[in-house]
Structure formats: C-alpha cells, structure tokens
C-alpha cells in the first residue's frame, strides 16, 4: 500500500517557468489538499478538493491553480514560478475529516 | 473560526525526561483533535487522535487526553528518546464549523539530547 505518492521530490525551476506537482493516492479517499511548508510559518493550505472533478481554494491559493479530474489524482500547477513559491509542498489525503490525514513525503521546490 | 495554539518551541530535553507539549484550542463545534509528527526532511505522520471528550489517545508511548472543560489536549511522553527529536503538530477537524479544511498549529520542535 503506497499511501500518498508525491513527484517529483526535488525541483529547481527559474522565474517564469511553469510545472505541476502531482499528487497520487491508492486509498479511495475522497478529499485531497495542498500545503507549503515555510521556516517559520507552519502548514499554509493552497488549495484542497472533496472529491473527484471538485476543488476550492485554501489560505493562499495566488499563483497556483489545481485538477482533481480523477479520484486518486491531485494536480498542482504553477503557470508562472516566482522565487516567493521557492517551498516545500506537502499533499495529505483522508477519506474523512475525523480518521485523520495521510501526507505525502513532500516536494522541494526552489525557484531561481 | 477555528484555531489550534501550541506553545512555543524549540523545547529541549535530556533523554529520558518526561515530555509535555501544550496544546489549545477553539472550535465552533465538537471537533476531533490530532497529533501528527513530523521527522526532518519527511511529511507529517498521523501520531495519535481523539474524538470526543475523555478519550485518550496514545501511540509509541505518547498520550493525549481530550479535554472539553479546558479546550486543551496535551501531548505527553513519561521518557522521551533522541530518536523523538521532530516537530510535533497539533491539529483539530471540525465538520460542524462547516469547513472541510483541518486546522493545524504552527507545530512544536523536540530536541533530545542524550
């Protein structure tokens, strides 16, 4: 059982280029979410879906956009970097919101 | 809305020192409360949980107690280890606040020296 599954683990893009973090889950669970982790400032909710074909937006959602067009598959996208997305990204995933969050091992991301 | 308060880190013990870790919260309605950990360089583990007053959450030799009268749940250990060296994370969902979104404090770092 792989649990949540994050790629790519490491990334270095320059300003203005685009990428997508993918965030894949093995266990049914419906509701998926994105966070930045930043020295300092905690877990920051990006954005976070409650199903297949649904998303909302979370704390800081500029700059990002998201799919879920799949059950099992969580899609961030960057459509123009900024050295302020320079993060480490973390998804989570839980059939439930009183069984607890699954995360994933994180992707970081550093742009120049 | 919702908020979860932790204290302060970086909380630094001996090994085998009891450990307490204070947590805080507010909630619109009768929530589940969480302890996630987190090991450098990984994501956060789900360490233990409580739903509803009175429990008592335990894993690995931690425990919490869900406290409604004081709106708290305490992250102990009797003895902790250097390999319980982390950031600790205290967290709650409340689906009667009408919000899908967990709330987390801003964590807690745990050193363990030997």
């Known amino acids: 059982n792989a649990g949540v599954t994050q790629t790519p683990k490491f990334r270095v893009l320059k300003t203005g280029q685009s990428m997508t973090l993918l965030c894949a889950q093995d266990?049914?669970?419906?509701?998926m979410y994105w966070y930045r982790q930043d020295p300092g400032m905690g877990l920051r909710l990006i954005h976070y879906?409650?199903?297949?074909?649904?998303?909302a937006k979370g704390e800081v959602p500029d700059g990002y956009n998201v799919s879920r067009l799949k059950k099992q598959n969580f899609l961030l996208g960057l459509e123009s970097a900024a050295p302020s997305q320079t993060s480490v990204y973390f998804c989570?995933?839980?059939?439930?919101?009183?069984?607890?969050?699954?995360f994933g091992s994180g992707t970081r991301l550093t742009v120049v | 809305g919702d908020s979860v308060t932790q204290m302060e880190g970086p909380v630094t013990l001996s090994e085998e020192a009891f450990l307490t870790i204070n947590c805080t919260y507010t909630?619109?309605?009768?929530?589940?409360l969480f302890w996630y950990v987190q090991y450098p360089g990984e994501g956060l583990q789900l360490l233990l949980k409580a739903t509803k007053a009175d429990d008592k959450g335990s894993n690995k030799g931690f425990e919490a107690t869900y406290r409604k009268e004081t709106t708290s749940f305490h992250l102990e250990k009797g003895s902790v280890q250097v390999s319980d060296s982390a950031v600790y994370f205290c967290a709650l969902s409340d689906l009667e606040g009408g919000s899908y979104i967990p709330t987390f404090g801003r964590g807690t770092s745990l050193i363990v020296h030997p």
């Open positions: 989570a995933s839980t059939p439930g919101l009183f069984y607890g969050y699954t």
């Open positions: 266990m049914n669970h419906e509701y």
């Open positions: 909630a619109t309605g009768y929530p589940s």
């Open positions: 879906s409650v199903g297949e074909g649904t998303t």
